[in-house]
């Protein structure tokens, strides 16, 4: 086959360090969204939608062929990073926690997996970071050890 073709959608997921609520101004926190949408886009994985509240984020994005999973999210963590500090005199401790969390996606499920990102103020009034993420690793049948999941 001459051409090679790629449809890969990941669900991203990553907190602030320890998750401290530092995206809590609704204005700033859509501007940190659209930035990692855009570094997503220049990393050539378009995101279709980044959303989030005050202490996470969630990207659904189209994975690049020319990049592995681990270095988009590495470069997306390392250039918000230094972006964020630059936003506000009060961010300058700002960090992305370590780890991340991303799950794939079929084509059939992107409509609810963007509902879900979008509804995640709604859905954060019920449910905590911790738990929502257990359940994803749940759903996704992800070992892991509670010890090493938080920073």
Sequence with gaps: MPQSLSAVYVHLIFSTKERRPFLQDTAFRASVHAYLGAVSREL????????????????????????????????????????????????????????YGDFSVSHSNIDSVLRYIADQAEHHRKQTFQDEYRAFLKKHAVEYDERYVWD
């Design 44 to 99: 050539d994985c378009p995101a279709l939608l980044v959303g989030g509240v005050e202490d996470h984020v969630h990207i659904l994005a189209r994975l690049g062929r020319p990049i592995a999973q681990s270095d988009w999210v590495k470069e997306l963590k390392r250039v918000s990073n230094g972006w964020i500090k630059t936003q506000h005199a009060d961010l300058q401790d700002f960090q992305w926690q370590a780890g």
